[in-house]
């Protein structure tokens, strides 16, 4: 099926609207003294089913080499956001806990976040279904 004026224009749209949401991302981590990246780490750190954060976990995340990822938090430990611990099962294995200073900062992001998704929502949505059409 060929690539119709209407799916360039859903595709166009689609892309910009990422794109805004991630620029308030980005404003808003600078804003609390992160990088997007930083930010990104810290997300998904949070939502890690328990003992699942590692650096690997955190480099499969956010598309990183280990070597890339193990630098990041190297860099949040440095800010006193992040604490290693050993794996019980593989103590060559660090497990990653954000400590009480980043669970507030990424609360506050999380809940600026969430009220952008929601005002975006009726925008995505509505691409989304034009683009099932």
């Known amino acids: 099926m060929p690539v119709t004026d209407a799916d360039y ?42 003992g699942a954060a590692t650096i690997g976990y955190v480099a499969e995340r956010l598309i990183l080499k280990p070597h890339s990822a193990s630098g990041l938090i190297h860099r949040l430990e440095a800010l006193g956001l992040l604490m290693r611990r050993s794996s019980v099962d593989d103590r060559r294995q660090s497990l990653l806990e954000l400590t009480a200073k980043a669970e507030m900062i990424l609360a506050d992001l999380s809940a600026t976040h969430r009220e952008e998704l929601r005002r975006l929502r009726p925008l995505l949505t509505a691409l989304l279904d034009r683009a099932g059409e």
């Open 9 to 50: 224009a859903i595709l166009a749209d689609f892309r910009h609207t990422l794109r805004l949401f991630m620029a308030f991302s980005e404003s808003r981590a600078a804003a609390a003294g992160l990088t997007a990246q930083q930010h990104q780490a810290l997300l998904a750190i949070r939502a890690a089913r328990p």
